[in-house]
């Protein structure tokens, strides 16, 4: 993937995606989800780096690619609403199940086991699926676990992402780490967004901000939400123009 070096010549439609938060008030929630994926997508399957099937939905088209990683115990439904959003932007996003979750029908059924200290692979299975659905540039924007993941995923040699945005990402979780060594090794631009309501997410992205290397960003936002239940909370609105506008700053100009 190529990097890009400015800023996306897209205007971001701030208003028309805090009004469709409406939707992601059911569809953010794992317990909660949606019945039926949003009009317009697509199921596929593909594998992780370490050969893991997993199943997922592309919404959009075009150049400039988002991958949506889920968290703990969400699974891709959790994204579908923002993703949808972000198609109608101009992105080509993907969401997908992590190994061993399975929700079954339209939500998908990834195989393999659970194993949260090598879901990284998934995401690198993730970057590059969408290289091969016309991605030029690729960012990775994950909750939780999946924020960890993307931030693992993108310290590894060869891995070129234009930026990585985290909600409510632990530094360590079940033997998934971005330590200090990973979040210097990553060259893509980083976003961590936290809650301070939500103590040890708001403390340990401040602490990895604090050991990335620029360009990066931290925003801590009043609410007691955790990962996507951010985007429904009571700051769903600015939560979602900011990782839009991060997004904008960074993406493949169209």
Same mark, same amino acid.
């Given at each position: ?9 897209? /205007? ?7 009004? @469709? ?5 059911? @569809? ?6 949606? @019945?039926?994926?949003p009009s317009g997508s697509r199921a596929v399957s593909f594998e ?7 199943e997922g939905r592309v919404f959009g088209e075009g150049h400039a %690619?988002? &991958? #949506? ?7 891709? =439904?959790?994204?579908? !609403?923002?993703? *949808?959003? #972000? ?9 997908y199940d992590f190994r061993g979750y399975c929700p079954g029908g ?17 995401? +690198? ?6 290289? /091969?659905? %016309?991605?030029? =540039? ?7 676990? !999946? ?11 060869? &891995?070129?992402?234009?930026? &990585? ?34 103590? %040890? ?26 990962? =996507?239940?951010? #985007? ?9 123009? +900011?990782? =839009?506008?991060? #997004? *904008?700053?960074? @993406?493949?100009?169209?």
């Amino acid at each position: 993937m190529r990097r890009a070096g400015g800023p996306r010549g897209r /205007t971001s439609r701030a208003l028309a995606l805090v009004a @469709a938060f409406a939707f992601l008030a059911s @569809a953010c929630d794992g317990d909660d989800a949606p @019945a039926a994926p949003p009009s317009g997508s697509r199921a596929v399957s593909f594998e992780s780096t370490d050969g893991v099937h997993l199943e997922g939905r592309v919404f959009g088209e075009g150049h400039a %690619g988002v &991958v #949506l990683s889920h968290m703990l115990p969400a699974d891709q =439904t959790s994204w579908w !609403g923002f993703a *949808e959003d #972000l198609a109608d932007e101009g992105y080509l996003v993907l969401t997908y199940d992590f190994r061993g979750y399975c929700p079954g029908g339209d939500a998908g059924c990834s195989r393999g086991e659970k194993n949260i200290d090598a879901i990284w692979q998934d995401v +690198l299975g993730a970057i590059d699926f969408i290289g /091969t659905q %016309g991605a030029n =540039t690729v960012e990775l924007v994950g909750a939780s676990m !999946g924020g960890t993941a993307s931030l693992v995923a993108a310290s590894k040699p060869d &891995v070129d992402i234009a930026a &990585v945005v985290t909600l409510s990402a632990p530094q360590s979780i079940e033997g998934l780490s971005a330590s200090a060594d990973v979040l210097q090794s990553v060259s893509a631009a980083r976003l961590f967004v936290a809650g301070v309501g939500d103590f %040890g997410a708001a403390k340990d992205a401040q602490t990895m901000y604090e050991q990335s290397p620029p360009p990066k960003r931290l925003e801590i936002l009043t609410t007691d939400a955790h990962g =996507t239940d951010i #985007l429904s909370s009571n700051q769903a609105g600015p939560s979602a123009t +900011l990782i =839009t506008s991060y #997004l *904008e700053q960074y @993406a493949e100009p169209a």
